[in-house]
């Protein structure tokens, strides 16, 4: 791609985002105009990352440079929104927008960018190991080079899902969520290990191989998830034993209502 593209906030998501596209020869440095919010951000962006991008802080004159870019990535965080504001004086026409912010509707983007074509988009966090998943809502009038382009910078990284908006804030309480609720799981499962004397670590590693040697069973067999727990719960064994306290505890709905909270709480930024 030969375009210019803007990076406004060139934080976690931004960089998992990027320097793929730099390291596979997608973009160009010279073609990258980032803007960040702190002299320590500029300076650490400019000693210590791997390309020689074009960076500046938010509030210096020669940032104003991004908004000449027809291409631009949002990705500060919601709350540091109304701290953006699109230049009066763009020199392109058919500008995108394509926002990664939690939550922040398509409609809100359109009012706070006049002058941009709108796309919201939701990634989660194993994008920074190359095992993302992206949900992209399209807002009204996008060309097909403009969703080329979005694609593009999401491919590499991630599986893309492409939703109505509706669907976008339980998209992310699922995926953008879900990892830290699996985080929880494995800390919890592995303290259960540690609880019968197993060292930490190793009481971890064992959890995780264990939810991926599921997981992968469960993808490659034609068995569903009720099938597999029948399969490794035998009457009056350890297994029913395990379910029955989990069923005590209402972990069951605590989950199911831990995804219904993320979902709606991504509703209250719009
Ligand atoms: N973390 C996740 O799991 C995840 C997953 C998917 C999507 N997201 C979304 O991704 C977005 C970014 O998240 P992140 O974790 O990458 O955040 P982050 O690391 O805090 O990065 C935010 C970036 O925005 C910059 N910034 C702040 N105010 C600015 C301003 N006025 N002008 C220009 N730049 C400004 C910050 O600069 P300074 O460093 O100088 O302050 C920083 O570079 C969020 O909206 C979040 O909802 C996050």
Redesign the pocket.
Known sequence: MTHNIAI???????NAIVTPLLDKKIIQPENVFC????E???ENIKKNYKYDINVYK?DAKESKIIWDCQYKLL????Q?LN??NEDHYLKNKDNLLVS???GVSINRLTQKFPNHKCVRV????PITIGKGLTGISWGEGITQDQKQFTKKLFENTSKIYEFTEDYLDIFLALT?SG?AIIALIIEALSDGGLSGGLPKILSEELVMEMIIGTTNLIKESKLTTSDLKNLVTSPGGTTISALRVLEKKSVRSALIESIVSASNRSKEFR
């Open positions: 406004i906030g060139f934080g976690n998501i931004a803007v960040v919010n702190t320590k951000s500029l938010s990705s500060i965080k919601p540091q701290d953006i990664i912010l939690a939701v990634t989660n966090i953008s990892p």
